[in-house]
């Protein structure tokens, strides 16, 4: 992964060993983009993702995937999956796992939390936890559901508003 760009993309998609991104392909008339992942095995050992076993590779299968538009680009992802020889389960398919934006954002901001906190002093990474902290002071959760305090009060507020506003109801 020399590229500045296939680690770019690696890093959004939260692609990883043993999966990499080969190359990126832009058409900027099409607005499109499409990332190259390769299953990753320069010593050519393969293991059956039914049991596990060493197995040998039987040959490749390409997949292509949709993603989430990146940069206001279509973003496609073309995955090359190999197919392994296994003698217990026979020809099995090495499946790409991708996961869902929620999980990658998740990851994201666990990793960018680590990194920042982990440098001694960052302006951003401090404004952001007191930020946190405030909000959670203003904020106390009830141990109820996630509705806080605060907007539980606004609701009851609310509501008596409207019923003083409509006497007759
Ligand atoms: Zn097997």
Redesign the pocket.
């Known amino acids: 992964m020399a590229n500045k760009i296939e680690k770019f993309y690696a890093d959004l998609l939260s692609i990883k060993d043993p999966w990499i991104v080969a190359g990126v392909d832009q058409n900027m008339d099409m607005k499109e983009v499409t990332i190259r992942v390769t299953y990753d095995r320069p010593d050519g050992t393969y293991k ?6 060493s ?1 040998t590779l039987h040959d490749i299968k390409e997949q292509t995937i949709r993603y989430l538009d990146t940069c206001e680009m279509k973003t496609y992802l073309m995955v090359k999956c190999p197919r392994v020889m ?5 020809i ?1 398919l090495v499946t790409f796992q991708l996961l869902n934006a929620k999980d990658v954002a998740k990851q994201r901001l666990d990793s960018y939390l680590n990194e920042k906190l982990a440098d001694a002093w960052d302006m951003s990474a401090w404004e952001f936890y007191t930020y946190l902290l405030e909000q959670a002071k203003k904020h106390p959760l009830v141990t109820t559901g996630y509705a806080s305090m605060a907007y539980k009060a606004d609701k009851k507020e609310a509501l008596n508003n409207y019923n003083a506003a409509h006497p007759d109801l």
Request: charged share 10%.
């Open positions: 059956c993702p039914v049991c596990g076993r197995a296994c003698l217990m389960c026979n099995q």
